[in-house]
């Protein structure tokens, strides 16, 4: 099992930016392929972006490619979440979520951080 826990969020202006951290608790974190969601009030889990074990390969929802950049540092257990160019609906809790496959799809993440509040104001 691994435990994860987000960090970075807050209240940013439309046009700036943030990163947020997810810190894996477990030695073998640097195996699990890693996934950023993301629920805003009323609306679904969504997908945001993912990095596969070794940061080889990543992929982004359309929402935010070219905006948003995740990256990992197995060395430290920490997977980023690089967000520029905000936008007010960019708002939502973000959250952090471990698996054994790359994939975009929330019920194939077993493992979950409990989120941090990004809010993006006009």
């Known amino acids: 099992q691994v435990q994860v826990v987000e960090s970075g969020g807050g209240l940013v202006q439309a046009g700036g930016s943030l990163r947020l951290s997810c810190a894996a608790s477990?030695?073998?974190?640097?195996?699990?392929?890693m996934g950023w969601f993301r629920q805003a009030p009323g609306k679904e889990r969504e997908f945001v972006a993912g990095i596969n074990w070794n940061g080889g390969s990543t992929y982004y929802a359309d929402s935010v490619k070219g905006r948003f950049t995740i990256s990992r540092d197995n060395a430290k257990n920490t997977v980023y979440l690089q967000m520029d160019s905000l936008r007010p609906e960019d708002t939502a809790v973000y959250y952090c979520?471990?698996?054994?496959?790359?994939?975009?799809?929330?019920?194939?993440?077993?493992?979950w951080g409990q989120g941090t509040q990004v809010t993006v104001s006009s």
């Open positions: 979520a471990a698996s054994w496959l790359p994939n975009n799809l929330p019920t194939k993440y077993p493992y």
């Open positions: 477990s030695r073998t974190s640097s195996s699990y392929d």
